[in-house]
């Protein structure tokens, strides 16, 4: 590599540093209690679910090797998407091998630079990435601003329209409002794409999402949801209309130049799918996980946000506080997601809190310990700052 290259790649990381914003990958550590992953229902260490991705393996082999549309496509893949449809309530479903490649896929198949896009200032960066690989003229309204998204519709002038919200928004854990989305899109004939990632197998009748059986295809033409969150396995899916999932597989470039899902990550995924709807008593200790720390953090005084999903930002504001918090969490055990600018706003930093369904009331009464255990060190740091 040239000289010209190091330099660029040192400079680079010299102005990430500056900002406190670079980012080290550490491998887990088994002793730290994990309240930063979104393995929300548990089920990725479901011993039904760690045995059918065993048994897909020993079935249909470690890997599908070929594209869906070469010879990739397996009857698990197909019996996959056949339930995730049915789960949805829509006619189709399309797997992806990530949720990230699910979002650029299907923007790209449906969006050119004749096309609108009208996102939610809040969208994950996938949707926000696969709407430049487009093509396609964005605009960003305010955070669940119907109103605002109303305006910028009204002087499009476009033929195609595409508004394109979260479900639940990962950073704050606050809910799209599903209904105002989607008839204020009717209203000025565009169609409403709604990534459920957050929400699918948390929310919704049978776990089905924040759209779900609700909301229709009329409502919500496009449903993306995520299988490596509550499902806990790998991959992702687009659940539509039959035209719809038919251009997406002949268009999204995503789908078509790569490898199929493993078929053993397809079979686990068809357990965990199962159990996410005879076995609501996991979505039922979530929700009162999620209400225990909500009661005793509101009691501590801790920045909470508003959030009833299992995502419990605490908005610190600044980074070095936010990676101060993180520290001492560590310290006590506990690993939290420390985030910070360019994943939130400048300002708006925080930590992300994330419960789950495997959590037992003493682990979250370890990680209120930890998060007093900040507010005193905090307080001992501001009533004896360092001199000079």
């Known amino acids: 590599m040239s000289e010209a290259w190091h330099q660029r790649l040192a400079c680079a990381r010299e102005a990430r540093e500056q900002q406190q914003r670079w980012r080290v990958r550490r491998v887990k550590c088994p002793d730290q209690l994990d309240f ?23 079935r249909f082999g470690a890997g599908a090797g070929a594209s869906h549309l070469v010879s990739g496509h397996l009857e698990i893949h197909e019996a996959l998407e056949d339930a995730l449809a049915r789960w949805t309530g829509r006619q189709r479903a399309l797997l992806f091998s990530t949720g990230y490649m699910a979002n650029l896929g299907v923007l790209q198949a449906l969006a050119d630079q004749h096309t609108a896009i009208f996102h939610d200032r809040l969208n994950h960066a996938s949707l926000i990435d696969g709407a430049q690989l487009s093509g396609a003229r964005s605009r960003r309204f305010h955070h669940r601003d119907s109103g605002d998204l109303a305006r910028l519709l009204t002087r499009s002038q476009s033929d195609h329209k595409l508004v394109v919200s979260d479900g639940v928004f990962s950073m704050d854990g606050d809910v799209a409002n599903i209904a105002t989305l989607a008839q204020v899109s009717q209203q000025h004939h565009a169609w409403l ?10 929310l919704g009748e049978n776990g089905s999402g924040c759209v779900g059986n609700t909301w229709g295809s009329a409502d919500v033409p496009i449903l993306v949801g995520t299988l490596g969150k509550a499902l806990g396995t790998a991959g992702a899916f687009v659940a539509g209309d039959a035209a719809l999932i038919e251009h997406i597989t002949q268009f999204a470039r995503s789908y078509v130049y790569t490898t199929a ?8 995924t068809l ?23 909500r009661q005793q953090a509101y009691r501590l005084g801790l920045p909470l946000g508003d959030s009833s999903t299992p995502i419990q930002p605490l908005r610190l504001g600044s980074e070095a506080r936010t990676l101060a918090w993180a520290a001492t969490l560590a310290k006590h055990g506990l690993q939290v997601g420390a985030i910070r600018p360019p994943t939130v706003p400048n300002g708006e930093a925080r930590l992300r ?22 507010q005193r060190e905090e307080a001992a740091c501001d009533a004896h700052p360092q001199k000079g």
């Not at 229902?41 to 065993?54: D, F, K, N, S």
């Not at 709604?194 to 699918?200: E, L, P």
């Not at 899902?261 to 686990?268: K, M, T, W």
């Open 271 to 293: 357990e965990a799918l199962t159990i996410v709807q005879i076995e609501p008593q996991h979505r039922q200790q979530l929700q009162h996980n999620i209400d225990t720390f």
């Open 36 to 58: 930063a992953g979104n393995d929300y229902l548990g089920l990725a260490l479901h011993p039904r679910v760690q045995a059918a991705q065993a048994e897909g393996a020993r």
């Open 353 to 374: 809190i994330t419960l789950s369904a495997r959590h037992t009331r003493s682990d979250i009464d370890r990680l209120l310990e930890g998060l007093e255990a900040c």
């Open 261 to 268: 899902q493993p078929p053993s990550i397809a079979a686990a």
């Open 193 to 202: 794409m709604i990534d459920d990632a957050h929400g699918v197998g948390v």
